[in-house]
């Protein structure tokens, strides 16, 4: 009788802890350390993912005109805003609109085209105080560029969630963690999740070889697979071969980990627009300019 091994998975080690760049401003709302793409992060290295602008927190004193960014359109892919400090507003050219507040999230599919503006929700920016978010671009396979835009709105309560054993929790945004399922979809495999560790937690990782994956400290520190240590608001960028990542908290601290299928397509971006080919650009320019995305106030 042979009795079957239960194979042990490899490690998915660290590539480079990667420090915040120094911030810049996205209309006079959003001052955020842009991670990627720059530099060796390119398109190509962190796709399903294409861009993470992480806000961190900044205090913005009491105004009665909102701070953020006006109408721009967007093409071919989908934004993911994470609110951990401060409320988000936003209104497109469909005439869809909403608010995210402290812990939930917008993920909007920009698809085929819409115009498109984010500010501090009115009553939160007359009173001003700490702001802090997270905006993350997430790619469109090619046969879904033109898919019909859509929302989703998820609040914090609709998050899976996974308890840790010393009072911490996993907050799983898309994909699963442990079984447990996020309420977000996606077009190709994505996983998100708020890792919400108590000082002395583990958390294991698992994710197939190959995957893309990445950690944003956005409060407090780690050591990931036991020798690396990931301060406050650096992100880690892990190797695409192995399948298993620890991460211990050396404090109470918040995680963003992302994780995800590269889509192995060509990439063409310009602005807003992000597309497979120069000539798909060139379509998008002419459509945005033609007033094919809307208008927008």
């Keep these: 009788m042979k009795t079957q091994m239960k194979r042990e998975k490899s490690i998915k080690s660290v590539e480079r802890i990667v420090p915040p760049p120094p911030k810049h401003w996205v209309g006079d709302g959003f001052n955020v350390h ?19 602008d992480y806000g961190s927190p900044t205090d913005f004193p009491p105004r009665e005109e909102p701070f953020g960014v006006g109408p721009h359109p967007h093409r071919g892919f989908e934004t993911v805003t994470i609110a951990y ?12 609109g909403g608010v995210i507040g402290e812990g939930d999230v917008q993920w909007m599919t920009a698809g085929s085209g819409l115009l498109h503006k984010e500010y501090h929700e009115r009553e939160s920016n007359r009173q001003g105080g700490p702001f802090q978010m997270v905006q993350l671009w997430v790619n469109l396979p090619a046969k879904d560029k033109m898919t019909e835009p859509k929302y989703q709105a998820i609040t914090n309560p609709e ?24 309420p ?6 994505v996983h998100l999740c708020n890792l919400k560790m108590k000082k002395g937690e583990r958390v294991e990782l698992d994710y197939p070889a190959g995957y893309t994956t990445a950690i ?13 240590t990931l301060p406050t ?27 995800g299928e590269p889509l192995d397509e060509p990439i063409a971006q310009y602005g ?5 080919t120069q000539q ?13 995305f809307g208008q927008l106030d």
Aim: aromatic share 8%.
């Design 34 to 52: 842009g991670f990627f793409p720059h530099g060796p992060l390119t398109g190509e290295r962190m796709s399903p993912f294409f861009l993470l």
């Design 85 to 96: 400090k401060g409320k988000v507003e936003h209104h497109d050219s469909r005439g869809n």
């Design 159 to 182: 998050f899976g969630r996974v308890a840790l054993e010393n009072g911490g929790e996993v907050e799983v945004i898309a994909g699963e963690f442990d079984g447990v399922k996020g």
């Design 184 to 189: 977000a979809t996606t077009f190709s495999p």
């Design 216 to 228: 944003l400290a956005i409060e407090g520190s780690a050591t990931l697979n036991d020798n690396e």
């Design 233 to 259: 608001d650096n992100l880690a960028l892990i190797e695409r071969d192995g399948e298993h990542i620890t991460v211990d908290a050396i404090e109470d601290n918040i995680l963003l980990v992302m994780s």
């Design 272 to 276: 807003p627009f992000l597309m497979n």
């Design 280 to 292: 798909e650009i060139v379509q998008a320019m002419r459509d945005f300019q033609m007033g094919k």
